[in-house]
């Protein structure tokens, strides 16, 4: 049945309790008002998107080797679930990744719809899994409890004053060879490193997982048939949009880190594989897989998880002048910065890094066109360095003119080079090819 075109259409709408005088309150009453509050804020929290707003770092404590249990620090933030759920963790804190069954407490509280999913561990398989952040609830301090009949006497009985709306910690297995994202091969590489533990595995396993969490394998697949995606036919992707299908997952929570447990310890803790700025859902995008606000966040976080990946070689590898791309990395970002030695800091051997890529320079760019080569990642996909070498694709290679000839100068910098996707824009131009000290003169920068 039609209904009349200024006809007010208020089935399931909100509804606030009505205050008028001489009305008779009940705890029912200002209950419901309180939930009409919550579903108005989590309407404009869905508005916005979901993702982390600030904060909730994932470090590791604790490795667990020895015995021990292994511990994650967590810095105090803020995030936004898919449901509209704001998650707050209002202190740094630690969350023990137990081998010991402990008391599962009830989690939904004051979110029945939430807490579905857990796991409880009596001890950790090898294996990887994904670090949730859930809302949680529960009561603080007391309130008497004062009937309304037999004079309003006070009963004796107490209830709990305030209802706080908190947060918890989950930890849920990622089995990723049960899953359907990533191709055979793929995952028959992925066995070959897992059996085979060492640096250069634990980091091409780093990489190839972080992009399985991306959809990069997806997302080509669905470059084959992009009016399917549109359509609503496959525009899902990634290690969590595979969690949340096979309900290991769910809207109320947000992922924090990956985790990977190998032979006894925590082999790696990574944030950006899974941890993703606030970006739109996207269901309201017309071309989500390819240039939807999730798409443009994926991209970011690729680049932030680059950056992080590469810090933690530096802190650990032996010799980094000898770390070869190829052997630590099978994707790059469409645009990475690669710190160098010779500057500030540890780096690594410009030649012996990008030793085996096709690639076109060094080559010298302005810093103001370094932004714009940034912004450009948003639009392609990234590199895939580990194919055979009859199918790795041209990189651009640059140095910043500005950071080299601050630190010919004396400047305590970071040297760094640019690597970008082949299907970039060049940046550099004719006059870049020059010598840094003749490009310092032609510049009016230089002596003379």
């Given at each position: 049945?039609?209904?009349?075109?200024?006809?007010?259409?208020?089935?399931?709408?909100?509804?606030?309790?009505?205050?008028?005088?001489?009305?008779?309150?009940?705890?029912?009453?200002?209950?419901?008002?309180?939930?009409?509050?919550r579903e108005r804020r989590r309407q404009l929290g869905r508005?916005?998107?979901?993702?982390?707003?600030?904060?909730?770092?994932?470090?590791?404590?604790?490795?667990?080797?020895?015995?021990?249990?292994?511990?994650?620090?967590?810095?105090?933030?803020?995030?936004?679930?898919?449901?509209?759920?704001?998650?707050?963790?209002?202190?740094?804190?630690?969350?023990?990744?137990?081998?010991?069954?402990?008391?599962?407490?009830?989690?939904?509280?004051?979110?029945?719809?939430?807490?579905?999913?857990?796991?409880?561990?009596?001890?950790?398989?090898?294996?990887?899994?994904?670090?949730?952040?859930?809302?949680?609830?529960?009561?603080?301090?007391?309130?008497?409890?004062?009937?309304?009949?037999?004079?309003?006497?006070?009963?004796?009985?107490?209830?709990?004053?305030?209802?706080?709306?908190?947060?918890?910690?989950?930890?849920?297995?990622?089995?990723?060879?049960?899953?359907?994202?990533?191709?055979?091969?793929?995952?028959?590489?992925?066995?070959?490193?897992?059996?085979?533990?060492?640096?250069?595995?634990?980091?091409?396993?780093?990489?190839?997982?972080?992009?399985?969490c991306f959809g990069t394998e997806e997302s080509k697949l669905?470059?084959?048939?992009?009016?399917?995606?549109?359509?609503?036919?496959?525009?899902?992707?990634?290690?969590?949009?595979?969690?949340?299908?096979?309900?290991?997952?769910?809207?109320?929570?947000?992922?924090?880190?990956?985790?990977?447990?190998?032979?006894?310890?925590?082999?790696?803790?990574?944030?950006?594989?899974?941890?993703?700025?606030?970006?739109?859902?996207?269901?309201?995008?017309?071309?989500?897989?390819?240039?939807?606000?999730?798409?443009?966040?994926?991209?970011?976080?690729?680049?932030?998880?680059?950056?992080?990946?590469?810090?933690?070689?530096?802190?650990?590898?032996?010799?980094?002048?000898?770390?070869?791309?190829?052997?630590?990395?099978?994707?790059?970002?469409?645009?990475?910065?690669?710190?160098?030695?010779?500057?500030?800091?540890?780096?690594?051997?410009?030649?012996?890094?990008?030793?085996?890529?096709?690639?076109?320079?060094?080559?010298?760019?302005?810093?103001?066109?370094?932004?714009?080569?940034?912004?450009?990642?948003?639009?392609?996909?990234?590199?895939?360095?580990?194919?055979?070498?009859?199918?790795?694709?041209?990189?651009?290679?640059?140095?910043?003119?500005?950071?080299?000839?601050?630190?010919?100068?004396?400047?305590?910098?970071?040297?760094?080079?640019?690597?970008?996707?082949?299907?970039?824009?060049?940046?550099?131009?004719?006059?870049?090819?020059?010598?840094?000290?003749?490009?310092?003169?032609?510049?009016?920068?230089?002596?003379?």
């Amino acid at each position: 049945m039609s209904r009349r075109l200024d006809e007010p259409i208020l089935d399931r709408g909100i509804g606030h309790t009505n205050f008028f005088d001489g009305r008779l309150l009940t705890a029912d009453d200002l209950r419901n008002d309180q939930n009409a509050n919550r579903e108005r804020r989590r309407q404009l929290g869905r508005a916005a998107g979901s993702g982390v707003i600030e904060g909730l770092e994932v470090s590791l404590v604790r490795s667990g080797e020895g015995g021990d249990r292994p511990v994650l620090a967590v810095r105090r933030g803020l995030a936004l679930a898919r449901s509209g759920r704001l998650l707050s963790l209002g202190a740094d804190d630690q969350v023990r990744l137990t081998r010991q069954e402990e008391t599962r407490h009830d989690a939904a509280g004051l979110f029945a719809e939430c807490g579905t999913t857990g796991s409880v561990f009596t001890h950790l398989e090898n294996g990887f899994y994904v670090l949730f952040l859930c809302p949680a609830s529960g009561y603080s301090g007391s309130a008497p409890v004062q009937g309304l009949g037999g004079g309003g006497q006070r009963t004796g009985a107490c209830g709990g004053r305030y209802e706080v709306e908190g947060v918890r910690f989950r930890l849920a297995p990622f089995d990723v060879f049960a899953s359907d994202i990533l191709s055979r091969q793929t995952l028959e590489f992925i066995a070959t490193l897992a059996d085979a533990p060492g640096e250069r595995s634990d980091s091409l396993l780093r990489n190839l997982l972080a992009h399985a969490c991306f959809g990069t394998e997806e997302s080509k697949l669905l470059a084959l048939d992009p009016l399917r995606a549109h359509a609503g036919g496959g525009s899902e992707r990634g290690a969590l949009d595979y969690l949340r299908r096979r309900g290991l997952s769910d809207d109320c929570e947000v992922a924090l880190a990956l985790v990977y447990w190998r032979g006894g310890r925590v082999r790696f803790v990574d944030n950006w594989a899974v941890r993703r700025r606030v970006a739109r859902v996207e269901e309201s995008e017309c071309w989500a897989p390819f240039a939807g606000d999730r798409a443009a966040a994926e991209r970011e976080a690729m680049l932030c998880q680059f950056r992080d990946h590469l810090s933690a070689l530096l802190d650990t590898a032996a010799d980094p002048s000898a770390v070869v791309a190829r052997s630590y990395f099978h994707y790059v970002p469409p645009v990475a910065l690669v710190p160098l030695a010779g500057g500030a800091g540890r780096g690594f051997a410009g030649d012996t890094f990008f030793e085996g890529l096709p690639r076109r320079g060094p080559e010298f760019i302005r810093a103001a066109a370094l932004r714009s080569l940034l912004g450009e990642a948003a639009h392609h996909e990234p590199v895939e360095i580990g194919a055979p070498a009859r199918r790795l694709e041209m990189l651009w290679l640059y140095l910043v003119a500005e950071s080299e000839m601050a630190r010919d100068a004396g400047a305590a910098v970071r040297r760094y080079a640019v690597l970008a996707s082949g299907h970039t824009p060049h940046r550099a131009t004719a006059r870049f090819d020059l010598s840094l000290w003749d490009y310092a003169n032609y510049a009016g920068e230089g002596e003379g």
